[in-house]
């Protein structure tokens, strides 16, 4: 059985329309033994459910990503509400905060905030995307106090003390391989292991040596590597201690782990 848990992929994005079932099925065949399908909008929330059925392996998050934001978003949050009932459907997701465009924050802030209190009613983790929106995002976790996944972490240590304390996990990606990654690599650092969760964001953000091509799931071994190097430890205990957690945050029941619920991987 496969040991990399990818917490977060979009392989609903074109650059994998000439090869997503060939891959998908090599991936699931080799080193891969799970995948969440991050959804951003409407459209890739219904595609992420629709790859979610057709693997075992794979799940999907629903969701209105702060990018997707307009005036029409707090109005699809019931469709995302009836989505999030799915049995493949394991978290809220992609949800959040993004100040690089120039989006309007109040209306990012009001869809991140019912987002939020839906995960809470549901009783669904979320995952959270945070770009240069660090201050309000914590005052909102604080506030709602989610379970879940801060995926693609950018943050200090600091902040990433007080995310674990409030009982989330950190996104930990291909970034981590970068010669410039500095603040991920104190992160890494400074936390347990027992608090990260392993990623890919792919097609985005490929680990070296393949940095700026395009990712997939496979290549969670090279960030395992780069974290094992960090930890002192091996790649495989990474692995294996961060799909454990994986398993946790998403509820996914993983062979071997004594964790229990309705999947199988
Ligand atoms: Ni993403």
Do not use: W
């Not at 989330?168 to 970068?178: D, H, Q, S």
């Amino acid at each position: 059985m496969g040991m990399i848990f990818d917490t977060h992929a979009h392989y609903d994005d074109p650059a994998f329309d000439d090869d997503r079932e060939e891959l998908l099925e090599t991936l699931f065949s080799g080193e891969v033994c799970g995948i969440v399908n991050q959804g951003t909008n409407l459209k890739t929330a219904a595609e992420s459910i629709r790859l979610a059925e057709s693997y075992p392996g794979m799940y999907a998050a629903v969701g209105i990503h702060p990018e997707c934001a307009d005036e029409n978003s707090l109005g699809e949050l019931e469709e995302i509400r009836r989505m999030a009932a799915h049995r493949k459907v394991v978290a809220i997701g992609e949800i959040g905060l993004d100040y690089y465009y120039d989006i309007p924050k109040k209306l990012q802030q009001e869809l991140f905030v019912r987002q939020l209190e839906l995960a809470c009613e549901l009783s669904l983790p979320v995952t959270i995307h945070d770009r240069e929106a660090h201050g309000d995002t914590m005052t909102f976790l604080r506030q709602y106090r989610p379970q879940g996944i801060l995926h693609c972490f950018s943050g200090s240590v600091e902040m990433a003390r007080e995310v674990v304390g409030l009982g989330m996990y950190i996104g930990i990606g291909g970034v981590v391989t970068f010669r410039n990654a500095r603040k991920s690599v104190e992160v890494v650092e400074a936390l347990p292991l027992e608090r990260l969760v392993l990623e890919t964001d792919c097609p985005y953000l490929s680990p070296v040596p393949f940095r700026g091509k395009r990712n997939d799931s496979g290549r969670i071994r090279y960030t395992a590597e780069a974290v094992a190097a960090i930890k002192g430890v091996t790649a495989e205990e990474v692995l294996r201690i961060t799909k454990e957690n994986a398993g946790r945050v998403y509820r996914i029941g993983i062979a071997g782990t004594g964790e229990q619920t309705g999947g199988a991987l």
